[in-house]
């Protein structure tokens, strides 16, 4: 059956924006969340529909174990692998496992929810999954879940959890540091609005980073094993070991668990490039430098034939394209953005490189290049580039704004000729064009219902 994932606080509901023709439930009554004493009964009713312009539709309501994602996200889990003691999928009976639906008239959906005389404490759990069936003409359908989350009245919930694992990403001259925290929830109840602190500090004790996740969208449901992505904000670290301290924190406050774990910088470390731009005019010269000044991009006058917004940000280096053989990407990489096309003028880009960078290249400078991937050619265009030692500085001309990487190469490629698209650029933008222009006539609007 696989996985459906779903998303949103209120609706909790996986929705796709799809193309015209193609059946997008909406439903409303999209979450149970209650309490039921043992041997009582609750109904839960949901009300699905179809819009008025599109086709009849049939649709599916089938009954699931509730699954967890490590992102958090919900997972239906069918019979077999639903093997919680905290699971409700048997305790609730449907009124109907189809239906079929007209355009713009709405049915309901009737769930009955009995819990056993001798349930245990805590929370029960399962989701109600409701999907339509392809029709004619259709090939995708939209798919939502509902949570099912029951408090067992009377009983006493345990909220506990453990930090089962907390672990620190490479690290790497001008990318962030990543940082893992795995928490299984021990309790036998679910809770939400959790947070995860985390705390970097070196060797003598001094906080040298911090950061905290925004409180999680999602129920962390007892027995699952969930994770949070912290990346603290950290200024340039010297060589040496640092530790990091890990919390969970229930909305309340209160922490569920906590760990520390420690890790090696090898070289001084520099954080990736934060967002800087410019605004560049037809008369004026201009440049744009990375708030850290280690990269920078200088426009002669007239490199723009009107007003334009030009953006330097980072880009994660796990996105880049493969460097081209026997070439290799180094450690730096960034992105230039804000025009459609190409630069009227070359403009010179200046990049500091680092360690990471030098060792990427065996020590050797002269095998340092800067280079661009040009999207219309699928390609890495690698350019001759001026080494200076004594600054580290590497220095190269492009009219091409686009995804930059230091490269190790001992030699260049081909690439645009200066101010002048090749020939394959116009028809790569017009197929951009053509692709916009398809994307806006069959876009349809995102719906949500709750």
């Given at each position: 059956m696989g996985k459906f994932r779903i998303m949103g606080l209120v609706a909790l509901c996986l929705?796709?924006?799809?193309?015209?023709?193609?059946?997008?439930?909406?439903?409303?009554?999209s979450?149970?969340?209650?309490?039921?004493?043992?041997?009582?009964?609750?109904?839960?009713?949901?009300?699905?529909?179809?819009?008025?312009?599109?086709?009849?539709?049939?649709?599916?309501?089938?009954?699931?174990?509730?699954?967890?994602?490590?992102?958090?996200?919900?997972?239906?889990?069918?019979?077999v692998n639903d093997v919680s003691p905290y699971s409700a999928r048997s305790f609730i009976t449907l009124d109907n496992s189809s239906v079929h639906l007209q355009p713009g008239v709405a049915q309901s959906i009737h769930a009955k929810i009995s819990v056993p005389a001798n349930a245990g404490p805590g929370g029960r759990y399962a989701l109600i999954y409701i999907h339509a069936l392809p029709g004619k003409g259709q090939s995708f359908t939209t798919a939502v879940l509902v949570p099912v989350l029951i408090t067992i009245a009377g009983t006493t919930p345990t909220m506990t959890g453990s930090i089962t694992d907390l672990s620190v990403g490479e690290v790497t001259v001008g990318q962030p540091i990543t940082i893992t925290t795995t928490l299984k929830n021990t309790g036998n109840y679910h809770y939400y609005h959790t947070v995860n602190a985390v705390t970097v500090k070196d060797a003598n004790g001094n906080i040298v980073g911090n950061f905290s996740t925004q409180p999680s969208i999602y129920a962390i449901i007892p027995g699952n094993t969930v994770q949070y992505t912290a990346t603290p904000s950290l200024q340039n670290l010297p060589a040496g070991t640092y530790t990091v301290d890990s919390k969970v924190l229930l909305e309340s406050g209160t922490a569920l668990d906590d760990k520390t774990t420690t890790f090696l910088v090898k070289t001084n470390y520099i954080p990736p490039v934060t967002e800087s731009n410019i605004t560049l005019t037809p008369g004026s010269a201009g440049t744009l430098t990375s708030p850290d000044g280690l990269i920078s991009v200088s426009f002669p006058q007239g490199a723009v034939l009107g007003d334009a917004v030009v953006i330097l940000k980072p880009y994660a280096k796990d996105k880049l394209q493969a460097a081209p053989a026997p070439a290799k990407l180094g450690a730096t990489c960034f992105e230039i953005t804000g025009l459609s096309g190409l630069l009227s003028k070359d403009a010179t880009v200046q990049v500091t490189y680092s360690p990471d960078d030098l060792a990427a290249a065996g020590g050797d400078t002269t095998q340092l290049k800067l280079s661009y991937y040009d999207a219309a050619r699928n390609a890495w265009v690698i350019l001759p580039t001026q080494v200076d030692t004594g600054s580290r500085k590497l220095t190269t001309t492009t009219n091409h704004l686009s995804v930059w990487a230091v490269m190790v190469s001992s030699s260049t490629t081909a690439g645009s000729p200066s101010g002048a698209p090749t020939k394959a650029s116009l028809p790569a933008v017009l197929g951009i064009i053509a692709i916009a222009v398809t994307a806006m006539i069959a876009g349809s609007p995102v719906r949500q219902r709750e």
């Open positions: 929705l796709l924006v799809l193309p015209a023709g193609v059946s997008a439930i909406a439903v409303s009554g979450k149970y969340m209650d309490s039921i004493k043992p041997g009582g009964t609750d109904t839960h009713t949901m009300t699905v529909s179809v819009g008025s312009g599109e086709d009849p539709t049939d649709i599916l309501v089938e009954v699931y174990g509730f699954g967890q994602n490590m992102d958090q996200s919900y997972s239906a889990l069918p019979q």
